[in-house]
């Protein structure tokens, strides 16, 4: 399998995933939890992508945290990035800023969304 499609994010909302789509310059699965998980949902979606590099970008908030450690109980290999406390969402974050991180992270993101 491709490197690259291999690479999974974990986000809240349907805004996150949008937002990260219009950054990213390559193939990247993006999960809205739309929220927090059930447990069933949570090991179905443990099972699911248990082999491939997967990423967690969650909101600096209460409900982020929440999701956060949720997902580090069934996912303890994944890499966590995080926003700044200021922008406290992802949806509402400067794409700039979002772009460091993710090419921190070693995505490969378009030339433009770096300034």
């Given amino acids: 399998m491709n490197e690259s499609k291999n690479k999974v994010i974990i986000v809240e ?4 995933k949008d937002k990260l789509a219009a ?14 998980l059930g447990l069933d ?17 969650v909101d600096a908030d209460d409900a982020g945290h929440k999701l956060r450690k949720q997902l580090q109980r069934e996912l303890p290999n ?11 969402e992802v949806a509402k974050t400067p ?18 969304c770096l300034g």
């Avoid at 950054?23 to 927090?36: H, K, S, Y």
């Avoid at 994944?78 to 406290?88: D, G, Q, S, T, V």
């Avoid at 794409?95 to 030339?111: E, P, Q, S, T, W």
């Fill in 95 to 112: 794409l700039m800023y979002l772009a460091k991180i993710l090419v921190g992270a070693h995505f490969n993101i378009h030339k433009n």
């Fill in 13 to 16: 909302g349907k805004s996150d």
């Fill in 78 to 88: 994944a890499e966590h990035l995080y926003i700044n406390k200021m922008y406290r």
């Fill in 41 to 57: 949902k949570l090991e179905e979606l443990a099972i699911a992508i248990e082999d491939r590099d997967v990423y967690i970008l």
């Fill in 23 to 36: 950054i990213l310059d390559e193939p990247v699965e993006i999960i809205c939890t739309n929220g927090t």
